[in-house]
């Protein structure tokens, strides 16, 4: 269907740290692009860039066909933004704030009403409109920022970890909101450190570390980058990092580490290193309390190109 954002050697400096560093990637107009990696990778400053809420020091950005150096108020008006804080005032109610943010997008009369109607069914709170936002949950909260985000029915819907910090619940909703969106026609350009979500969303996604992409595509072709390797999982206590090394000097381990969850290990043959693996973890005290194999995933893709867990 045609490029409608499209990023070009992209660079932004802080002092002497490169938070963006040469990026490039463009989105298809009607996909949900994703953009994935630890904190401190880059994604925000990506956004804000976008956005027009910073100056790059290099590259161009170019939305619906205008250039946000010399064309900012045009690439404004195709987008919708919801930030990683949420941008409401706490003492407006829910219809309150989305009237306001409904005339900044220059919004009246009839046309604004229905926004703000439309809206509140989108965030799935026209029960609690006449609420003020500071008795919300933290969900409801992100799920009225969304809300306020596509008011105007932007072409193009940059979200900058919308999900961080929030119930189950609320989450879901929110996963199936951006379906609803773009299955409406709007592009989305998805950021996240939650793999999970990001496997679930995306149509294309560019895996991003250190201000850089390091790969991007379908997620099965990235999966494609770790090949037929399986993705042993061990739920273990007490790892340190000399007996990391040892796990990884194994025959067949090509990649380990430890997430948050478990001790991650890639390798093309589970069943031929799995006995080797648990003596050796019980070997050095640690205790194993359980073991699984699953196909590569976005994480063990991450830990293959970097050799650390996506959430380190």
Not at 136 to 162: C, F, Q, W
Not at 245 to 256: H, M
Not at 289 to 301: D, F, G, I, R, W
């Amino acid at each position: 269907m045609g490029v409608i954002v499209e990023v070009t050697d992209l660079e932004k400096r802080f002092g002497d740290v490169a938070a963006v560093a040469g990026v490039s990637f463009a989105l298809e107009q009607g996909e949900i692009f994703g953009l994935l990696g630890p904190n401190g990778a880059g994604k925000t400053t990506t956004i804000s860039m976008i956005s027009c809420l910073l100056d790059p020091d290099a590259g161009s950005i170019v939305v619906d066909g205008h250039s946000a150096g010399t064309e900012a108020r045009a690439v404004k008006a195709s987008l919708g933004v919801v930030p990683q804080e949420v941008a409401l005032y706490p003492t407006l109610t829910a219809a309150e704030n989305l009237a306001f943010w409904g005339r900044m997008y220059g919004l009246g009369g009839a046309e604004l009403k229905h926004a703000v109607d439309a809206a509140l069914e989108l965030a799935g709170l026209e029960d609690r409109a006449k609420q003020r936002i500071e008795t919300y949950s933290g969900g409801m909260k992100r799920r009225i920022n969304i809300a306020a985000g596509v008011l105007h029915t932007p072409k193009v819907l940059l979200m900058d970890e919308p999900t961080v910090g929030i119930d189950p619940q609320s989450r879901n909703h929110i996963l199936e909101t951006v379906k609803k969106l773009n299955a409406s026609g709007m592009t989305v350009l998805y950021t996240s450190h939650y793999m999970e979500e990001v496997e679930y969303l995306c149509d294309r996604i560019a895996i991003m570390d250190h201000g850089k992409i390091i790969a991007m595509g379908t997620l099965n072709e990235l999966r494609d980058v770790v090949g037929g390797m399986d993705v042993v999982s061990v739920a273990v206590t007490d790892v340190s990092e000399s007996v990391l090394e040892q796990v990884r000097a194994i025959p067949g381990v090509r990649q380990a580490d430890q997430t948050e969850e478990a001790l991650a290990v890639l390798t093309p043959s589970s069943g031929s290193i799995l006995g080797k693996l648990v003596a050796t973890l019980e070997s050095e005290g640690a205790h194993v309390t359980s073991v699984s194999v699953t196909e590569p995933n976005l994480e063990s893709v991450f830990l293959h190109l970097t050799g650390k867990s996506l959430r380190d």
